[in-house]
């Protein structure tokens, strides 16, 4: 059973999906505007969010932003827009997952599922990654690199935990959309050039002199042991 807060204005809909889920199991509490749920998502620590964007208050991608400065808790999205751009837009501030309405009670029951497996809270502690001096503790949602906290966002834990998980493997562009960000391939591969730009970054090394990650033209990306790299 999880903790669900369900942050949507229309009633209808709020009463419906508050009823699925508790019928499958959840417990759930429901927030109508952005600032009622930053209360209870403080208060009372959820363990997921389904999150509306057209809140009366406040764009639920505002919401979204100012929840991620300060929770990790895992978020699916739900929005009426389906276009690939507003669905990359939700994904890059920080939401682990959307739905595209009109959706029923057992499609979100399970994409609610699918992220907490991911995020650790199913049954088991997930395996802590360690590759070189790079130490992933999904549980934790925490990584370290030669003892010292990298601060990553969710989006970036994602993405550097997928590919130490694989480490010495080529992953596609495809897969990691697939599989991290849930979008179908075409036209959105520069989202992970832009991710993986970014933790670059935060692991202290450049395309051009990596240590850890390594652009295979052609065929994706690479994740290693400095040591292991074999000259690349």
């Not at 959840?26 to 505007?33: E, F, R």
């Not at 959820?46 to 999150?51: A, E, F, N, Q």
């Not at 010495?168 to 599989?179: D, H, I, W």
């Amino acid at each position: 059973m999880a903790q669900v807060l369900l942050v949507e204005d229309d009633s209808a809909l709020r009463t419906s999906l508050s009823s699925g889920l508790g019928e499958r199991g959840h417990a759930v509490t429901s927030a109508i505007t952005a600032m009622d749920a930053l209360n209870r998502i403080v208060a009372h620590k959820p363990d997921i969010v389904v999150l509306d964007i057209g809140l009366p208050d406040l764009d639920g991608r505002e919401l979204l932003r100012m929840l991620r400065a300060a929770s990790r808790v895992p978020v699916i999205v739900a929005t009426a827009r389906g276009a690939e751009d507003e669905i990359v837009s939700v994904l890059d501030s920080g939401a682990d997952d959307y739905v595209v309405k009109p959706f029923g009670v057992g499609q979100l029951d399970a994409r609610i599922r699918a992220v907490l497996r991911r995020d650790g809270a199913g049954p088991g502690r997930p395996e802590v990654l360690v590759v070189g001096g790079l130490r992933m503790d999904p549980a934790a949602r925490s990584a370290t690199l030669d003892g010292t906290a990298l601060d990553l966002n969710p989006r970036e834990f994602d993405v550097l935990h997928y590919l130490a998980a694989r480490a010495g493997q080529v992953v596609s562009k495809r897969e990691l959309l697939t599989e991290v960000w849930q979008l179908p391939y075409g036209g959105a591969d520069k989202t992970v050039d832009v991710h993986v730009s970014w933790l670059r970054r935060k692991l202290g090394e450049t395309a051009r002199d990596a240590r850890y990650l390594h652009t295979v033209r052609g065929a994706g990306v690479l994740l290693t042991a400095p040591d292991d790299a074999g000259g690349r």
